[in-house]
């Protein structure tokens, strides 16, 4: 399991820089619509200092980290949900996506043009999520015609075509069903809307905005609750080429303490309810990524299918108790290994050993 993170937004507004930083590709990045018209893929390990460690304590052969995958997708222009632009083939992109990135523009700059000659933070939100909303209130209203159809057979399609009235209101009033609708349905799930997967924005600023705490809040309040994030892709790309000293120097210079990556990568597992276990030994230390709350076996089961179906106990200790012993083999005779079943949930930072019959 992966993160998948789709970056969508206007044209021209920093979605290609924002990739290039993020993951060191160098797409076309243009001063023009649908400079990317099929989606670039780029796959980002993540930062792990923990992971990291955990090789050193093992003296490892290998150190796997884990990934995200971004997706870079074609810039959205107004009308895309009747078809303007690249329209539904830009809409049936998103649909692949974990979890929705929409950067939105906050900088200023004359040789940049913007589609819709200003700079309007608020009116890009709007655009983009309506055009979202109306893309799936067709598909909503398609779903609810067959339902009706499909009434003298199915004793729950008058139930079905309820809740569905109830996702098309929030639709119609231009919101973002995942932050709207707490009790998403397996019957509206499997519709595959847009606004149904998690959402964060991201403020595509200048240098200077960075370090101004008035403007950043008023960009953050456009969205609030929802997760917002404020960067400048141009600073990002700074950051890639520099080490470790250097790019901790330049955040605390502009007073950040991590940069877009890092900050995108936290809110993105957390939004998606995803959380990271590892395994650690001379051949390989890895990072493991599974849902929040899953089971023993079933984080088993991320590694190899049959650890699940032969599955018997895990031996687990906490990341500060293994670093703190220096090793699985002082952990155990420390006390701080215990011996886990089947209805044991892993935790965050947990390391494990699975013991499976074969």
């Not at 999520?129 to 209130?137: F, K």
């Not at 597992?269 to 023993?296: C, D, P």
Request: a negative charge; proline letters at 3%; glycine letters at 6%.
């Amino acid at each position: 399991m992966s993160l998948s993170i789709g970056i969508i937004g206007l044209p021209n507004v920093g979605k290609s820089t924002l990739f290039n930083a993020l993951t060191r590709n160098q797409v076309l990045a243009a001063n023009y619509p649908f400079a990317t018209i099929e989606p670039n893929v780029g796959i980002v390990n993540v930062p792990d200092e923990r992971l990291d460690k955990l090789a050193e304590i093992s003296k490892s052969a290998l150190s796997i980290p884990a990934t995200v995958k971004f997706i870079d997708i074609a810039g959205l222009v107004k009308g895309a949900a009747e078809g303007a632009g690249l329209g539904n083939k830009f809409l049936s992109h998103i649909r692949e996506v974990g979890a929705i990135v929409q950067v939105v523009r906050a900088f200023e700059d004359h040789n940049v043009a913007h589609v819709e000659d200003r700079i309007r933070p608020k009116d890009d939100i709007e655009i983009v999520n309506d055009e979202l909303c109306l893309a799936d209130i067709k598909t909503v209203e398609d779903r609810i015609e067959k339902l009706k159809v499909e009434q003298k057979k199915d004793t729950k399609a008058a139930d079905k075509i309820t809740e569905l009235g109830r996702v098309k209101k929030i639709l119609d009033e231009g919101k973002i069903i995942s932050q709207n609708f707490t009790d998403i349905s397996d019957e509206v799930r499997d519709l595959q809307l847009l606004t149904t997967k998690p959402f964060v924005y991201v403020f595509n600023t200048s240098e200077e905005t960075l370090s101004d705490e008035t403007k950043k809040n008023e960009l953050k309040n456009l969205v609030n609750p929802s997760p917002s994030i404020i960067l400048s892709a141009k600073v990002e790309e700074q950051l890639q080429d520099l080490e470790l000293k250097e790019k901790t120097e330049l955040l605390k210079s502009l007073g950040q303490d991590q940069s877009g990556l890092e900050a995108l990568i936290k809110i993105g597992y957390k939004s998606l309810g995803l959380m990271t276990f590892y395994t650690s030994g001379e051949k390989e230390s890895r990072a493991w990524v599974i849902k929040a709350g899953s089971t023993a076996p079933e984080a088993a089961e991320v590694i190899h299918t049959d650890f699940k179906k032969g599955f018997i106990k895990a031996e687990v200790v906490s990341y500060e108790d293994f670093v703190k012993s220096g090793g699985w083999n002082q952990a155990r005779l420390d006390g701080n290994v215990r011996l886990e079943g089947k209805d044991y949930i892993i935790r965050e930072d947990d390391v494990v050993i699975f013991r499976f019959n074969n």
